[in-house]
């Protein structure tokens, strides 16, 4: 797991922002809030999950607002375009040479998009501007390897706006032979796919959609239902989506590669990736508990 | 004055951060200083000046890192860019065809550079990037009167490294016959020119230069010495540099002007112009305490 850094000190208190404004809390809400939050920071210290803290700031969000889903709208926008942009994604996939690696790259690519995206203008912009360039480590034979070897997948979605790509991936799996099921959030937390969503944009007909229970940031293993905490057992392989998952997730499990969008200094430092970089990390580079990258870590002074 | 709005909470951390990054303390002294901010935070009320936060935070960390100027490698740069970036300027500004115009709008946006302007490059850069684009309101012909009318006038610098830019601007305010005193902080605060800076670019040989006697963020008249307090209040006008100054001077004072590059979204709301716009502000928009240049204030729900 990734530990608590300088730098996550004041994101806490921009993602507790970044939540009252888009669920509309009042000022006064707002102000009570964050200064909760320097309380709870003014407590933290270096051993810490940052997904983790998250949670905790997102559940008192929506305790003291009284708002179950602050990020409705940002969801309710993605959900809207998800037809149009699935189909759009299962063309350029299909039609690709090699429609495992094209699903993959997009999938990670699509990650760059928080807030989801929904217009048709936006969906083009999105695939002019992505390009090779923006890869960074990209373990496209390892984990190759790791699906053909693989009976039973388990792919763990992220946010609603990304959904799209990752159910074109879901699909080049099954296409592949697999029998793959889709992990989503067990309640609303920031703008990521619940069952619910799921539901909503059918992937629950066509997919087996697993609730993993919790509404914590990224996966905590010691939170999920019984039923999630089985099925991502009994799986030959689980990909898992998003820089969240990643925190939470890597050097604490086995048989798992991560796929994401590096955005922020403490993962750059982890995985010795830049801001904006898509990593696609094969299931070995995750054997251990604590082992890093690189070898990481805030440092003081000059760059 | 500016008043502490939510956005202000997280920033506070970020520039902690930042101080403790740019004067090389150690994670551990960093982590400690974070804390204590996030206990400072969470006791902020909205009555709060910003700049009157940032300067507790700023004396917090000289005093827990024993490091009197942790911004002394990006002065230190400034410092040395000094001459050739003024020749630069003065050319460019002399040879306009109205050197009073070009030389508050070249300071204005000087001020975009908070840490420095240093090598030739940057410079040659920066005359390509800045266009009138940059202009939010610029009060050119308000503020030529009020400097027609004057006989003295103070500038209050702000960061080390548009200081070459405020140089020539006084020269021009001297080439029209004014009296001109430049202002100072009494002692480091982040990349602010002191005394002692002044000195060394040969600044206080050519003017007369006087340290405000405080090591606050911005100008705390509370804090100020007698002798910049005297100087202050018997000059006919009064050009403040810089978004800090803004922030601690609009509204309580007169005869005052203020040039700055808007730097974050609180005085984005409190003038009504976006980030990276060069204001200059006459003197009769900041006669009458409270008073707000737009309707402004933080609004929670989605934009």
């Excluded at 993602?15 to 964050?34: D, H, K, N, W």
């Excluded at 994604?89 to 039609?95: E, G, I, M, S, Y």
């Excluded at 997919?207 to 030959?236: C, H, M």
Aim: hydrophobic residues 35%; glycine residues 12%; negative net charge.
């Amino acid at each position: 797991m990734i530990r608590v850094e300088p730098e996550c000190y004041p994101c806490f208190l921009n993602q507790v922002l970044l939540a009252c404004r888009e669920g509309g809390a009042p000022r006064e809400v707002t102000e009570e809030l964050l200064r909760e939050t320097g309380r709870v920071v003014s407590e933290l210290s270096g051993s810490e999950v940052p997904a983790r803290v998250a949670t905790g700031l997102h559940r008192l969000i929506k305790e003291r607002t009284g708002n179950e889903d602050p990020f409705r709208q940002v969801k309710e926008r993605a959900l809207s375009g998800f037809r149009s942009l699935r189909e759009t994604v299962r063309r350029r996939v299909f039609q690709s040479g090699d429609p495992l690696r094209e699903a993959l790259f997009l999938a990670g690519a699509g990650n760059m998009f928080d807030h989801g995206i929904v217009s048709r203008e936006d969906a083009e912009r999105f695939f002019e501007e992505v390009s090779s360039t923006s890869l960074g480590r990209f373990d496209v034979e390892k984990v190759r390897d790791s699906i053909e070897r693989a009976w039973r997948v388990g792919l763990l979605l992220d946010n609603a706006g990304e959904a799209p790509f990752d159910a074109v991936l879901a699909e080049v799996l099954r296409a592949m032979g697999k029998e793959v099921w889709l992990g989503v959030k067990g309640a609303p937390v920031i703008d990521d796919l619940t069952l619910e969503d799921a539901g909503r944009v059918g992937l629950t007909e066509e997919f087996e959609v697993i609730s993993n229970g919790s509404d914590g940031v990224g996966t905590l293993l010691e939170e999920v239902s019984p039923d999630f905490a089985g099925k991502f057992r009994e799986s030959d392989l689980i990909i898992s989506k998003g820089q969240a998952n990643f925190e939470t997730l890597y050097g604490d499990v086995e048989r798992t590669c991560f796929l994401f969008v590096v955005k922020c200094p403490v993962i750059e430092r982890a995985t010795g990736y830049g801001y904006g970089k898509i990593l696609l990390l094969g299931e070995e580079s995750c054997a251990r508990e604590g082992e890093s990258l690189t070898s990481g870590g805030y440092r003081g002074g000059n760059p």
